[in-house]
T-cell receptor, first 114, second 112 residues
């Protein structure tokens, strides 16, 4: 079975702090994604990556950056956390760039910024 | 922008009944559709998918129907159980595209 793991289930950070969210997948997937999920807004794509060191902006990249130094790991960085970044963050991966296959999701990180 | 939507935000069914969750999509270029289930406190989990060259696909207790004429997708769950209580998302994708477009989700409540 594909496993996507996220470094933390719950995080509480202060405004202005730098926040790192880590995601690891164990199935050699090419694609990795970061979403945030908010009530009533569904899943919104922040960034995705289709290869090592490659990244593409999603629908809401402002305030975020990403890093993909190894194929299995995709990190989301909040350079200076703000209260409006309080959300559930979901990482996902899929096998092949541009292919028709589903994404596999991690359990999520619930981030609270105070 | 185009998006995937759902007709109903919540659905309540009696245990043992069949459930039908509906979804409308607007991108006629989409050729792959997926249903996900998200239980409380967990990430979305793949349930079933269908490609645009099919109009029906069955899994274990679940069936997905695709009507390309009216751009409509539905998920049918047979003999709904308490463990089926969750939020269900439909999603769409097209060949060559990187992004998957997710619907807002429908919350399914199963009454014992």
């Amino acid at each position: 079975d594909v496993k996507v793991t996220q470094s933390s289930r719950y995080l509480v950070k202060r405004t202005g702090e730098k926040v790192f969210l880590e995601c690891v997948q164990d199935m050699d997937h090419e694609n990795m994604f970061w979403y945030r999920q908010d009530p009533g807004l569904g899943l919104r794509l922040i960034y995705f990556s289709y290869d090592v060191k490659m990244k593409e902006k999603g629908d809401i990249p402002e305030g975020y950056s990403v890093s993909r130094e190894k194929k299995e790991r995709f990190s989301l960085i909040l350079e200076s956390a703000s209260t409006n970044q309080t959300s559930m963050y979901l990482c996902a991966s899929s096998f092949r760039a541009g292919g028709l296959q589903s994404q596999y999701f991690g359990p999520g990180t619930r981030l609270t910024v105070t | 922008g185009e998006s995937v939507g759902l007709h109903l935000p919540t659905l309540s069914v009696q245990e043992g009944d069949n459930s039908i969750i509906n979804c409308a999509y607007s991108n006629s270029a989409s050729d792959y559709f997926i249903w996900y289930k998200q239980e409380s406190g967990k990430g979305p989990q793949f349930i079933i998918d269908i490609r645009s060259n099919m109009d029906k696909r069955q899994g274990q207790r679940v069936t997905v129907l695709l009507n390309k004429t009216v751009k409509h997708l539905s998920l049918q769950i047979a003999a709904t159980q308490p463990g089926d209580s969750a939020v269900y998302f439909c999603a769409e994708k097209y060949t060559g595209g990187f992004k998957t477009i997710f619907g807002a989700g429908t919350r399914l409540f199963v009454k014992a």
